[in-house]
């Protein structure tokens, strides 16, 4: 029975419906409600009987009704089910509450299912397509599905499921084409038809575990078909010979540069499908996608666009060969496990099985009960995903360490080292004599992560150190990864076996000296060359092994939370942030709230330390208590002292040392951090950040402004600047952006600090470092270049450098400690018009080309809006406190701890 | 033992006492008829005011209720004992964190004056609207229905919450029993201390966030792990009943005052039975009274 009118429940009109013959209801919610007694249909189904079963049945045996949970958070729904439902209604003594599609190990609630049930008729087209979120395999099959659902009298459904790594991600179609309505809406288990568009999967996903015996399998291969064979893992061979699976290649990527198209492949995978799978006869489908590609780029005065697509189409047909099978299995290849042996077991056991795209296998007990999760695991998802990777040259490298400064993805990262650990390292690691003064006569080693890097060319765009003779090439190169791939692994793990420097040896506050310090957040899954990452990592740098990071929900909550594997990691010692994702609204108020918690057990184990003064000698008390924690000595000397606190709490046998033991950590200064976008920032939390940078209290607000709603697709925010073209903002910004710092400064004890690790890098680091080192409330607002810019990704540090130059953002910070001039710009008067800069990303030059007039305008108040703000910044600079600082008596705007 | 005097007071006073011993953190915004179970602690906290543990509480007002959830989620996370008190709207700005409290079996108790959503029109008085738009946040809800289970069962809910890690909805309705005054007999700090267990305490500190042992909570989850994970809370809602009863029966031992999970006043052989949750039940009650006296069969 379908329910179409939930409320008001007309509970006389649902019993109407029902068969007088009917003997047991199941009653499925898709959703929980824990602590009560069944989710909200059901209770009400129970109701409605209650009241009205024995008038309309004319007898008082009420149905036997029991209550489901199915489907949550999109967990698939499927008839084999729905089978087992029924089978469960038919038991003498049926689970009364029960939930289905997933294995329940716990409370046992859970119903088996027989997974080869199938209602899936033989007529059906049912498509399945492995993609990778770049390359247009959703696109093709959404065109795919329009093309036959639109010009055929066949039924079409596509549904798309994604990953949600923002680079290298998985893209799955889900495709089905039959003479009748397609009704069910569930992931096709059986498939008849499998591509694979990207070679490398056949190394870690199972593609061809949904193909149905005799179905077709297209791959997107670089080896012809009569070698591709030998390429395969064994795995796939088995499972081909198995299923006797009708095989077929096309090397997509050749044809796609042979006919200009770069590495667009999605219309030569879409023109062999419509070859081989036969929904409508091949000809009129190739018409089809012709017809379609005119549409989308005729209009676009493209003719050469169109003629390569054909060409592409062309191409295709003839690129396309069947393979003949062999009988027998021969591959000495094999799928690669999805983590590591040697990870620890948690990672192999569950995190390995997400990997795996094997999720839904886990039973409830392989998962945590309250949310929480080991951090450090992106280290053992190694997915290689980059085409190019930088190769160092340490002749022509200064060690100026803004390579590693850059990366988004900790891939490159440099050591120095006493030149004797070189011993036993493997042939051809590099190294060089460390420049400089602090570490004589040390050698020093730059390292690329070949398995991490996405080859985003950031850093290479970043290194300063050119050859003066070829001047293309630089200190480090982008290179094809294949070549030097076994040889820089061998290198990785020889340089990951050498100590990290002490951290009381390095100047924190040089880009060389941040750089020797071990980045605690790693291989996250943002963008190759994401903006918002390399702020995220020098953070963790320099504060990751005391720090609490209160997440706002947007990007950075993704890539740093979203499972199954996290880049937040830990020291040696096992230090690292502690993060945790609240809502997009209130991580300022989330971050505030570690603040309150941390202070109140400082305050508590203040109280136990003076009532165990008696047995833990004054002394230990009293340094615990007056270390004022403010260098990295001071630091380690309070872990120390902790740990000696900890042995002698644990012989004495009292309540208090009790509870000290288990506070005694908060001893240690903690760093504490709010995260989050501008649409976090300026716009949904900007109530909360406002109040709490406020309140006094000390934490640090880290805004990664990329001057949209990056996460869910570019939409604007009031960070959107003047005639940039973002979703919901389609006709061009027309009003300026929001000076968020401008606001937080008029509190006059708030730290603020306005920086730009590409133009700046320097000033970026020391505002970051005093940011933090200020004990009352810091706002950072970090301009991250973003792909919703329209720009090209690997120079957008150079982008950010244009961005200043012009004046279009301010560098400058506001601290309240400086009695006389708290606002000093670290900006030089703009040179260069702002239309220049603007020009050059799509975010403008959308407009320019749509709206050119308005384009115009709005671009010339974009210049005044930089005039006016440079005028007013360079006032406010020139104003002294000193006037000010008399009349409060002193400390009218320090901090307030 | 300290000695436990009668007082007359009110509601919101019996139950911010019990908040004020037990409580490290607050972060509060008012609405009627809740601000007073914030005014107090925050003017007993300026007074120098401890808790049972030896600190000063520490009281912060908020933007908003929005704002206040998330400080007391934070500050939770962070390893204090948090509280806040709400109602009507307030409580409303509250929901989504007190899904995301629950989801992390974090312990907790909200004491909340139940007041009327607005709807047709806004009101500052009496019912259960508001706590009943939570039902599906998974926490457990828990109503006293006089001034002096507002108290009792203040400490009653602070104690359980730390041992089911099922947060707590503590609520009474706004008005007639938030603002009723009426004497009662005061709970001292000595029973608060009865009733908390250090060792769960202890408990919930270890598994507060902190880079010197770091995890990672609130993380994003796809459709191949959340439905099983969000499966794996059912045992603490199994044990949370036996475990609040056990709390009164704790409680009970301490004081004399004996609760159950559902009591049933009147006629053993009643064949006529009201149910009811809040301020009504002691109308039913007197009402039950005075009809058995007179050979009716009723009860509640
Ligand atoms: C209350 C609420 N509304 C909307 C969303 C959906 N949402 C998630 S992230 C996001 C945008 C984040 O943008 P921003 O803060 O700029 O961060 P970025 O992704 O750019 O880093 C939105 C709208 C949400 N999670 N919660
Ligand atoms: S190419 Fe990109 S990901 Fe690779 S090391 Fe350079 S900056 Fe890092
Ligand atoms: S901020 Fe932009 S570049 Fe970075 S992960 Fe998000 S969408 Fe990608």
Same mark, same amino acid.
């Given at each position: 029975?379908?329910?179409?009118?939930?409320?008001?429940?007309?509970?006389?009109?649902?019993?109407?419906?029902?068969?007088?013959?009917?003997?047991?209801?199941?009653?499925?919610?898709?959703?929980?409600?824990?602590?009560?007694?069944?989710?909200?249909?059901?209770?009400?189904?129970?109701?409605?009987?209650?009241?009205?079963?024995?008038?309309?049945?004319?007898?008082?045996?009420?149905?036997?009704?029991?209550?489901?949970?199915?489907?949550?958070?999109?967990?698939?729904?499927?008839?084999?089910?729905?089978?087992?439902?029924?089978?469960?209604?038919?038991?003498?003594?049926?689970?009364?509450?029960?939930?289905?599609?997933?294995?329940?190990?716990?409370?046992?609630?859970?119903?088996?299912?027989?997974?080869?049930?199938?209602?899936?008729?033989?007529?059906?087209?049912?498509?399945?397509?492995?993609?990778?979120?770049?390359?247009?395999?959703?696109?093709?099959?959404?065109?795919?599905?329009?093309?036959?659902?639109?010009?055929?009298?066949?039924?079409?459904?596509?549904?798309?499921?994604?990953?949600?790594?923002?680079?290298?991600?998985?893209?799955?179609?889900?495709?089905?084409?039959?003479?009748?309505?397609?009704?069910?809406?569930?992931?096709?288990?059986?498939?008849?038809?499998?591509?694979?568009?990207?070679?490398?999967?056949?190394?870690?996903?199972?593609?061809?575990?949904?193909?149905?015996?005799?179905?077709?399998?297209?791959?997107?291969?670089?080896?012809?078909?009569?070698?591709?064979?030998?390429?395969?893992?064994?795995?796939?061979?088995?499972?081909?010979?198995?299923?006797?699976?009708?095989?077929?290649?096309?090397?997509?990527?050749?044809?796609?540069?042979?006919?200009?198209?770069?590495?667009?492949?999605?219309?030569?995978?879409?023109?062999?499908?419509?070859?081989?799978?036969?929904?409508?006869?091949?000809?009129?489908?190739?018409?089809?996608?012709?017809?379609?590609?005119?549409?989308?780029?005729?209009?676009?005065?493209?003719?050469?666009?169109?003629?390569?697509?054909?060409?592409?189409?062309?191409?295709?047909?003839?690129?396309?060969?069947?393979?003949?099978?062999?009988?027998?299995?021969?591959?000495?290849?094999?799928?690669?496990?999805?983590?590591?042996?040697?990870?620890?077991?948690?990672?192999?056991?569950?995190?390995?099985?997400?990997?795996?795209?094997?999720?839904?296998?886990?039973?409830?007990?392989?998962?945590?009960?309250?949310?929480?999760?080991?951090?450090?695991?992106?280290?053992?998802?190694?997915?290689?995903?980059?085409?190019?990777?930088?190769?160092?040259?340490?002749?022509?490298?200064?060690?100026?360490?803004?390579?590693?400064?850059?990366?988004?993805?900790?891939?490159?990262?440099?050591?120095?080292?006493?030149?004797?650990?070189?011993?036993?390292?493997?042939?051809?690691?590099?190294?060089?004599?460390?420049?400089?003064?602090?570490?004589?006569?040390?050698?020093?080693?730059?390292?690329?992560?070949?398995?991490?890097?996405?080859?985003?060319?950031?850093?290479?765009?970043?290194?300063?150190?050119?050859?003066?003779?070829?001047?293309?090439?630089?200190?480090?190169?982008?290179?094809?990864?294949?070549?030097?791939?076994?040889?820089?692994?061998?290198?990785?793990?020889?340089?990951?076996?050498?100590?990290?420097?002490?951290?009381?040896?390095?100047?924190?506050?040089?880009?060389?000296?941040?750089?020797?310090?071990?980045?605690?957040?790693?291989?996250?899954?943002?963008?190759?060359?994401?903006?918002?990452?390399?702020?995220?990592?020098?953070?963790?740098?320099?504060?990751?092994?005391?720090?609490?990071?209160?997440?706002?929900?947007?990007?950075?909550?993704?890539?740093?939370?979203?499972?199954?594997?996290?880049?937040?990691?830990?020291?040696?010692?096992?230090?690292?942030?502690?993060?945790?994702?609240?809502?997009?609204?209130?991580?300022?108020?989330?971050?505030?709230?570690?603040?309150?918690?941390?202070?109140?057990?400082?305050?508590?184990?203040?109280?136990?330390?003076?009532?165990?003064?008696?047995?833990?000698?004054?002394?230990?008390?009293?340094?615990?208590?007056?270390?004022?924690?403010?260098?990295?000595?001071?630091?380690?000397?309070?872990?120390?002292?902790?740990?000696?606190?900890?042995?002698?709490?644990?012989?004495?046998?009292?309540?208090?040392?009790?509870?000290?033991?288990?506070?005694?950590?908060?001893?240690?200064?903690?760093?504490?951090?709010?995260?989050?976008?501008?649409?976090?920032?300026?716009?949904?939390?900007?109530?909360?950040?406002?109040?709490?940078?406020?309140?006094?209290?000390?934490?640090?607000?880290?805004?990664?402004?990329?001057?949209?709603?990056?996460?869910?697709?570019?939409?604007?925010?009031?960070?959107?600047?003047?005639?940039?073209?973002?979703?919901?903002?389609?006709?061009?910004?027309?009003?300026?952006?929001?000076?968020?710092?401008?606001?937080?400064?008029?509190?006059?004890?708030?730290?603020?600090?306005?920086?730009?690790?590409?133009?700046?890098?320097?000033?970026?680091?020391?505002?970051?470092?005093?940011?933090?080192?200020?004990?009352?409330?810091?706002?950072?607002?970090?301009?991250?270049?973003?792909?919703?810019?329209?720009?090209?990704?690997?120079?957008?540090?150079?982008?950010?450098?244009?961005?200043?130059?012009?004046?279009?953002?301010?560098?400058?910070?506001?601290?309240?400690?400086?009695?006389?001039?708290?606002?000093?710009?670290?900006?030089?008067?703009?040179?260069?018009?702002?239309?220049?800069?603007?020009?050059?990303?799509?975010?403008?030059?959308?407009?320019?080309?749509?709206?050119?007039?308005?384009?115009?305008?709005?671009?010339?108040?974009?210049?005044?809006?930089?005039?006016?703000?440079?005028?007013?910044?360079?006032?406010?600079?020139?104003?002294?406190?000193?006037?000010?600082?008399?009349?409060?008596?002193?400390?009218?705007?320090?901090?307030?701890? | 033992?300290?000695?436990?005097?009668?007082?007359?007071?009110?509601?919101?006073?019996?139950?911010?006492?019990?908040?004020?011993?037990?409580?490290?953190?607050?972060?509060?915004?008012?609405?009627?008829?809740?601000?007073?179970?914030?005014?107090?602690?925050?003017?007993?906290?300026?007074?120098?005011?401890?808790?049972?543990?030896?600190?000063?509480?520490? +009281?912060? %007002?908020? /933007?908003?209720? $929005?704002?206040? !959830?998330? *400080?007391?989620?934070?500050?939770?996370?962070?390893?204090? #004992?948090?509280?806040?008190?709400?109602?009507?709207?307030?409580?409303?700005?509250?929901?989504?964190?007190?899904?995301?409290?629950?989801?992390?079996?974090?312990?907790?108790?909200?004491?909340?004056?139940?007041?009327?959503?607005?709807?047709?029109?806004?009101?500052?008085?009496?019912?259960?609207?508001?706590?009943?738009?939570?039902?599906?946040?998974?926490?457990?809800?828990?109503?006293?229905?006089? +001034?002096? %289970?507002? /108290?009792?069962? $203040?400490?009653? !809910?602070? *104690?359980?919450?730390?041992?089911?890690?099922?947060?707590? #909805?503590?609520?009474?309705?706004?008005?007639?029993?938030?603002?009723?005054?009426?004497?009662?007999?005061?709970?001292?700090?000595?029973?608060?201390?009865?009733?908390?267990?250090?060792?769960?305490?202890?408990?919930?500190?270890?598994?507060?966030?902190?880079?010197?042992?770091?995890?990672?909570?609130?993380?994003?989850?796809?459709?191949?792990?959340?439905?099983?994970?969000?499966?794996?809370?059912?045992?603490?809602?199994?044990?949370?009943? $036996?475990?609040?009863?056990?709390?009164?029966?704790?409680?009970?031992?301490?004081?004399?005052?004996?609760?159950?999970?559902?009591?049933?006043?009147?006629?053993?052989?009643?064949?006529?039975?009201?149910?009811?949750?809040?301020?009504?039940?002691?109308?039913?009650?007197?009402?039950?009274?005075?009809?058995?006296?007179?050979?009716?069969?009723?009860?509640?």
């Amino acid at each position: 029975m379908k329910v179409r009118l939930y409320r008001p429940f007309d509970a006389a009109a649902f019993v109407a419906v029902l068969p007088k013959t009917v003997r047991a209801i199941a009653v499925m919610d898709r959703t929980k409600e824990p602590g009560a007694l069944g989710e909200p249909l059901f209770l009400d189904v129970v109701a409605a009987l209650a009241e009205h079963w024995a008038t309309h049945s004319g007898n008082g045996h009420m149905p036997k009704v029991i209550g489901g949970r199915y489907g949550l958070s999109s967990k698939e729904f499927t008839p084999a089910m729905a089978a087992a439902v029924f089978a469960e209604l038919r038991k003498a003594d049926p689970k009364p509450r029960f939930t289905v599609g997933i294995k329940d190990d716990v409370t046992n609630l859970s119903l088996d299912y027989d997974e080869d049930f199938s209602t899936e008729a033989d007529d059906v087209t049912r498509a399945v397509f492995f993609g990778l979120g770049a390359d247009g395999t959703v696109s093709a099959n959404r065109n795919s599905a329009k093309i036959v659902g639109e010009n055929t009298p066949y039924y079409a459904q596509a549904y798309f499921v994604y990953d949600s790594r923002k680079a290298g991600s998985v893209t799955v179609s889900h495709v089905r084409f039959g003479p009748r309505p397609i009704k069910g809406s569930y992931l096709i288990h059986k498939a008849n038809f499998v591509a694979c568009h990207q070679f490398h999967f056949l190394e870690r996903i199972d593609v061809l575990s949904l193909a149905v015996p005799g179905a077709t399998f297209l791959l997107n291969s670089p080896y012809g078909p009569d070698e591709v064979w030998d390429h395969l893992p064994a795995e796939v061979q088995e499972e081909i010979i198995g299923k006797k699976l009708r095989f077929y290649v096309v090397d997509a990527y050749r044809v796609a540069r042979d006919t200009g198209m770069g590495v667009r492949i999605n219309t030569i995978m879409q023109t062999c499908f419509f070859k081989l799978a036969n929904v409508i006869p091949p000809d009129q489908a190739i018409a089809e996608i012709k017809d379609a590609i005119k549409q989308t780029y005729g209009k676009k005065g493209g003719g050469k666009v169109v003629e390569q697509n054909f060409a592409a189409v062309d191409g295709a047909l003839a690129a396309l060969h069947e393979v003949k099978v062999p009988d027998r299995v021969t591959s000495k290849l094999h799928r690669v496990p999805p983590v590591p042996e040697d990870a620890p077991q948690f990672v192999k056991n569950v995190l390995g099985m997400m990997i795996a795209n094997r999720g839904d296998e886990l039973p409830v007990s392989a998962l945590p009960n309250d949310g929480t999760f080991p951090t450090g695991t992106t280290k053992y998802e190694k997915r290689s995903i980059a085409q190019d990777i930088p190769i160092w040259d340490p002749n022509l490298c200064i060690q100026c360490g803004l390579c590693s400064l850059t990366c988004p993805h900790a891939s490159i990262r440099m050591k120095v080292y006493d030149p004797g650990l070189l011993t036993g390292a493997p042939e051809g690691f590099k190294s060089a004599d460390s420049k400089g003064k602090e570490f004589p006569g040390w050698k020093f080693t730059l390292q690329v992560f070949p398995d991490d890097c996405t080859g985003c060319g950031l850093c290479v765009d970043a290194c300063p150190a050119k050859d003066k003779v070829k001047p293309k090439h630089k200190a480090i190169d982008m290179e094809p990864k294949l070549p030097h791939l076994e040889r820089e692994r061998r290198h990785l793990d020889f340089f990951l076996s050498i100590p990290d420097v002490d951290r009381r040896q390095v100047k924190h506050d040089t880009i060389k000296g941040s750089q020797l310090l071990l980045p605690l957040f790693e291989f996250s899954g943002a963008c190759a060359g994401c903006g918002e990452t390399p702020y995220v990592k020098l953070v963790t740098q320099l504060f990751g092994d005391r720090m609490l990071i209160a997440n706002a929900t947007g990007c950075s909550s993704i890539y740093g939370g979203n499972l199954p594997c996290t880049p937040y990691t830990t020291n040696a010692e096992g230090r690292g942030p502690a993060w945790s994702n609240s809502l997009f609204e209130d991580a300022a108020e989330f971050g505030l709230g570690f603040r309150l918690a941390i202070d109140l057990q400082i305050q508590y184990c203040h109280e136990l330390l003076r009532r165990l003064a008696g047995q833990l000698g004054d002394e230990l008390v009293g340094r615990l208590i007056n270390n004022k924690q403010e260098s990295e000595a001071e630091i380690q000397e309070q872990r120390r002292l902790v740990a000696e606190l900890n042995q002698r709490l644990a012989t004495i046998d009292s309540p208090d040392a009790k509870s000290l033991l288990a506070s005694s950590d908060y001893l240690i200064r903690k760093s504490v951090w709010s995260f989050g976008g501008d649409g976090w920032a300026y716009d949904i939390g900007f109530g909360g950040l406002d109040h709490v940078i406020a309140l006094g209290r000390d934490v640090n607000i880290l805004v990664l402004d990329t001057e949209v709603y990056s996460n869910t697709g570019g939409q604007a925010s009031k960070s959107t600047p003047r005639g940039a073209v973002a979703k919901f903002a389609a006709g061009g910004k027309p009003v300026r952006k929001k000076d968020l710092g401008l606001i937080a400064m008029s509190y006059g004890n708030v730290f603020v600090g306005q920086i730009s690790l590409g133009a700046n890098p320097v000033h970026a680091l020391r505002t970051i470092i005093a940011a933090e080192s200020y004990r009352g409330p810091s706002l950072l607002i970090a301009l991250s270049h973003c792909i919703g810019w329209g720009i090209d990704m690997a120079q957008g540090m150079s982008v950010q450098k244009d961005a200043v130059a012009c004046g279009y953002w301010l560098l400058y910070s506001f601290d309240p400690r400086n009695e006389e001039r708290p606002l000093q710009l670290a900006s030089k008067k703009p040179t260069g018009s702002f239309k220049d800069f603007a020009l050059k990303e799509a975010r403008w030059a959308m407009l320019a080309r749509s709206k050119p007039a308005e384009a115009e305008r709005l671009l010339a108040l974009g210049q005044r809006d930089i005039d006016e703000r440079w005028t007013l910044y360079e006032q406010l600079a020139n104003m002294t406190r000193a006037g000010v600082k008399a009349a409060v008596g002193g400390d009218g705007h320090g901090q307030s701890e | 033992m300290e000695k436990r005097p009668f007082v007359t007071v009110d509601g919101n006073e019996a139950t911010a006492n019990i908040a004020h011993m037990v409580s490290e953190v607050m972060a509060i915004y008012p609405i009627t008829p809740s601000s007073g179970l914030g005014e107090l602690p925050d003017a007993w906290a300026a007074a120098g005011r401890k808790n049972i543990f030896g600190t000063v509480p520490d +009281v912060v %007002e908020m /933007q908003s209720e $929005a704002g206040a !959830a998330g *400080a007391v989620h934070g500050s939770l996370q962070a390893g204090a #004992l948090t509280t806040t008190f709400t109602a009507s709207q307030g409580l409303l700005l509250m929901i989504p964190n007190m899904f995301k409290i629950a989801g992390e079996l974090t312990p907790t108790v909200f004491h909340v004056t139940a007041r009327t959503v607005a709807t047709h029109a806004l009101s500052i008085f009496g019912d259960h609207s508001d706590v009943m738009a939570c039902r599906t946040t998974g926490w457990a809800m828990f109503c006293s229905s006089s +001034v002096q %289970e507002a /108290q009792d069962f $203040a400490l009653i !809910a602070h *104690a359980a919450t730390l041992e089911s890690r099922v947060p707590t #909805l503590h609520f009474y309705d706004g008005f007639r029993i938030s603002h009723e005054v009426n004497k009662i007999q005061l709970l001292t700090e000595d029973d608060a201390r009865a009733m908390i267990d250090m060792d769960l305490v202890a408990a919930f500190r270890r598994r507060a966030m902190s880079p010197e042992r770091p995890v990672l909570r609130g993380t994003a989850q796809n459709p191949d792990v959340f439905f099983q994970a969000r499966e794996a809370c059912n045992p603490f809602y199994q044990a949370c009943p $036996a475990i609040m009863q056990k709390y009164m029966d704790k409680f009970a031992a301490l004081t004399g005052r004996q609760y159950h999970l559902f009591d049933y006043f009147g006629a053993a052989d009643a064949e006529r039975v009201i149910v009811i949750m809040g301020s009504g039940a002691g109308v039913v009650e007197e009402t039950v009274d005075y009809l058995t006296a007179r050979g009716e069969k009723s009860a509640w």
